[in-house]
T-cell receptor
Framework: DAKTTQPNSMESNEEEPVHLPCNHSTISGTDYIHWYRQLPSQGPEYVIH???SNVNNRMASLAIAEDRKSSTLILHRATLRDAAVYYC???????FGIGTKLQVIP | DSGVTQTPKHLITATGQRVTLRCSPR?????VYWYQQSLDQGLQFLIH???????AKGNILERFSAQQFPDLHSELNLSSLELGDSALYFC?????????????FGNGTRLTVT
């Protein structure tokens, strides 16, 4: 199964941009790249998804490498509400890994 | 509010017992997914149904079973419960069977096995 690799944790200062990386070197041509985030004791929340082109929405931007073997979730101005665990998944068996715990420093 | 409803919110039961968790997907969503999240663990995919048919299986134990009914709600049955089955169980729904549409998660059922 296609897998993703993310750093276990990252820190960011409030109101600064955050770039969360994800490696997916075994991605197949039909795999969509999805990002979700989860607060403690809550269900994951959809953030953004894409296939080949970069994507923007009101929450974030998704930058996808040309070879699609990696992607980056970009939060343009981190707020305290953005502190969460962020998951990057490929849509095969929609398996989530451990994700990246983002800490936002005031 | 994601539009996905899971009941009950909390469940406390004893080892060896059997429980049923229920999920109502968002209106119009045909896919339902079940996940298990143990303490400080990532989300483990259990099973995926699309329009009543099983589409994919993940790390689901033989003691666990699921189904999706004609009205598209889904139930996850857990039997012969063990202490290690204590976890948060999430249901998610999406419009499509494949990756073009996002997953929308419910708030989960917290199962405690004593």
């Amino acid at each position: 199964d296609a897998k993703t690799t993310q750093p276990n944790s990252m820190e960011s200062n409030e109101e600064e941009p955050v770039h969360l990386p994800c490696n997916h070197s075994t991605i197949s041509g039909t795999d969509y790249i999805h990002w979700y985030r989860q607060l403690p004791s809550q269900g994951p929340e959809y953030v953004i998804h894409g296939l080949t082109s970069n994507v923007n929405n009101r929450m974030a931007s998704l930058a996808i490498a040309e070879d699609r073997k990696s992607s980056t979730l970009i939060l343009h101005r981190a707020t305290l509400r953005d502190a969460a665990v962020y998951y990057c998944i490929l849509y095969q068996k929609v398996t989530f890994g451990i994700g990246t715990k983002l800490q936002v420093i005031p | 509010d994601s539009g996905v409803t899971q009941t009950p919110k909390h469940l406390i039961t004893a080892t060896g017992q059997r429980v049923t968790l229920r999920c109502s997907p968002r209106s119009g969503d045909l896919s339902v997914y079940w996940y298990q999240q143990s303490l400080d663990q990532g989300l483990q995919f259990l099973i995926h149904y699309y329009n009543g048919e099983e589409r994919a299986k993940g790390n689901i134990l033989e003691r666990f079973s699921a189904q999706q009914f004609p009205d598209l709600h889904s139930e996850l049955n857990l039997s012969s419960l063990e202490l290690g089955d204590s976890a948060l169980y999430f249901c998610a729904s999406s419009v499509a069977a494949w990756g073009s549409s996002p997953l929308h998660f419910g708030n989960g059922t917290r199962l405690t096995v004593t």
